[in-house]
């Protein structure tokens, strides 16, 4: 991984992060998530950030976890190197803790598809503000694996267990007009003014209360996420069995091969 892959704006309150690798569709890679993860924790201490922005360059928000790249993980559970592994779990829940836990509002602006991890990135924002290109997408199920940074605990929570069980079992695509209408998208846009619509309401957020935005996020997830933590523990130890699994490494030699997964019994 490069330096260019995270790109930091940090000026007027607003710590702006943007995932930069529009060829991979800003497909994360492990080195990648831990970066936005430190900035998110050390932001959480500073009093002259007020919001945090996370979006992707190009026509993408985020692929997920990128399955071809030899930095993403060890290997040691998926058998092979440039697969996910533990790291890769455990870096991801890192960042889904530190988005629930620095008093900041953390906003996602989803200017495109939001896929796999990408989609909880995505879900795991106090805010998220979307273009009506973008759209959510599981597709855990293509490869093996189940949803995990934290899906499984907002999905239930926005949609109810039948909607979760949909979305973590049949990988169907969420539009963003769907995703308002179910609650996981804030607002949306058309693509044409999406950056200066998100812009400006980011910028009436960074002006706003921040000790009562604080407090308000304090409270809903109380109400909206309380065992927050244990969902993310049983998202580990699930995961790590199907990483270590023979339909995972089908699953990640058929995405790479651009074909149908043939799964065993």
Known sequence: MSDSDL???DRDGVLALTLDRPDALNA???????????????AGERDDVRVIT??????????GADLGSAGLGTGSAGGEAGLPDASTIDSVNRLALACREVPQLVVALVNGPAAGVGASFAMGADLVLASDAAYLKGGFDAIGLMPDGGATAYLVAALGRPRAMAYA???DRITADEALRLGLFARVWPADD???ESAALVARLAAGPRHAYAAAKRAVDARGLPAFAEALETERRQQRRLLASADFAEG???FRERREARFGH
Not at 54 to 63: N, V
């Open 28 to 42: 994360v890679t492990t080195d990648l998530v831990l970066q936005v993860v430190d900035l998110v924790e050390a």
């Open 169 to 171: 079992v049949l990988g």
């Open 54 to 63: 996370l979006t992707g360059a190009g026509r993408a928000f985020c692929a």
């Open 7 to 9: 790109r930091v704006d």
């Open 194 to 196: 999406f950056v200066a």
């Open 252 to 254: 990640a030699a058929a």
